[in-house]
Nanobody, 120 residues
Framework: QVQLVESGGGLVQVGGSLRLSCAAS????????MGWFRQPPGKERAFLAS????????YYTAAVKGRFTISRDNAKNTVILQMNSLKAEDTAVYYC?????????????WGQGTQVTVSS
């Protein structure tokens, strides 16, 4: 059974940084595209960034490009989202997800989410 577990969320001040982790288990992830999404209060969930399990093929939405970095930690079977220069509007529940097609057209499994709150 595929399991994704996010961690690293919390409360941070504007301009600060957080590092989110997504620990993956339960299957072989070769060829899988892993993504990070977020859902602000009262809004829909939105794509942030994605990366192939090999570490190639990274993509970012314009709102976070240059501030957020997605990466893989092969030794720990983990996908990382490093978030810098945080803004109040980055406050949301952050989710990681996996897309079996490798392109991100559809995400097939999701973590439970981790709350990030950026205070001004």
């Amino acid at each position: 059974q595929v399991q994704l577990v996010e961690s690293g969320g919390g409360l941070v001040q504007v301009g600060g940084s957080l590092r989110l982790s997504c620990a993956a288990s339960g299957r072989t992830f070769s060829g899988i595209r892993m993504g990070w999404f977020r859902q602000p209060p009262g809004k829909e969930r939105a794509f942030l960034a994605s990366i192939l399990w090999s570490g190639d093929g990274t993509y970012y939405t314009a709102a976070v490009k240059g501030r957020f970095t997605i990466s893989r930690d092969n030794a720990k079977n983990t996908v990382i989202l490093q978030m810098n220069s945080l803004k109040a509007e980055d406050t949301a529940v952050y989710y990681c997800a996996g897309s079996m097609d490798g392109y991100g057209a559809k995400y097939d499994f999701w973590g439970q989410g981790t709350q990030v709150t950026v205070s001004s």
